[in-house]
């Protein structure tokens, strides 16, 4: 019997995309095989490192108040599910997953992928209607030290996916949106309106590779995902019936450049976001090159 969706860990969210229907883009390339996850920095796609140590995990660099997004596609014809933790908080719900005995199914509100579908999850989600952009800061600054729940994986992207037991008839269809609107169950506290509004860091600002060079991290000092600028990004709420173990499972870790290298990660060079500057300097993107005098 299909359990309530109000039940946290059978609760599914399936991101709207900007037309009504269910958006089939074609997959980009990333890590994992049923769901790839690729993460997008300032706008554009950053590469993945793999761990020296022959872990599986992957790596990503994490620049100084730039703000990141994490870009999932379902590799399938079927639905699937995501349960996304960032910094050891689930995205959506702003908890640690509470630990469920085995075989009792998935921890924690999960993101619902229809097949072949593709989604940009921009940060944590504080209703069906908007997120709070994940950004690039100092640990001590991050959502989860400002709230109260720092733990163990600072630093840390997880994915868990899992397969629908009952599997629904896939079809193309307009998803409707919540008519109540009411933000999910759970949802990602803000910690404090006075701290929300100091910390909106995400708003545009100069290209990372520009701050890399004028804003370099701090020696000795470890990122953490914060809490950045409201950003409009339509949900809305589904059944899903998961099986009770993971289908497939993605880590990432990310770090600011000293601290992928101390770790034995050799970066790819040059990797920089947009530089305007150089653009312009070159004469770039449709732009004329300065006059000779």
Known sequence: MRRSGMVPWLFGLAVLPPSTALAHLPPRPGAGSLVSVSVEVDGREAPLYAAPDGSGRLYVEAFPHSWYALRLSNRTGERLAVVLAVDGLNAISGERDPVVPAGRGPAG????????DSVTVQGWRTS???????????EKRSYAARSGKANAKMGWIELAVYRESRPAHAEVAPLAR???GAPPEGRAEAPGEESARADDNAREAPSASRRRAAEPAAPGSYPGTGWGSATHDPAVLVDFDPQPHPAQRVTLRYEYASGLRALGIELRTPWTARDRLRERDRGHEGFAKPPAW
């Not at 509100?109 to 072949?116: D, E, N």
């Not at 069906?128 to 100092?138: G, I, K, P």
């Open 109 to 116: 509100r999960m993101y619902v992928l229809g097949p072949w």
């Open 128 to 138: 069906l209607a908007e997120v709070r952009r994940f950004t690039f800061v100092d």
């Open 178 to 180: 919540d008519e109540a």
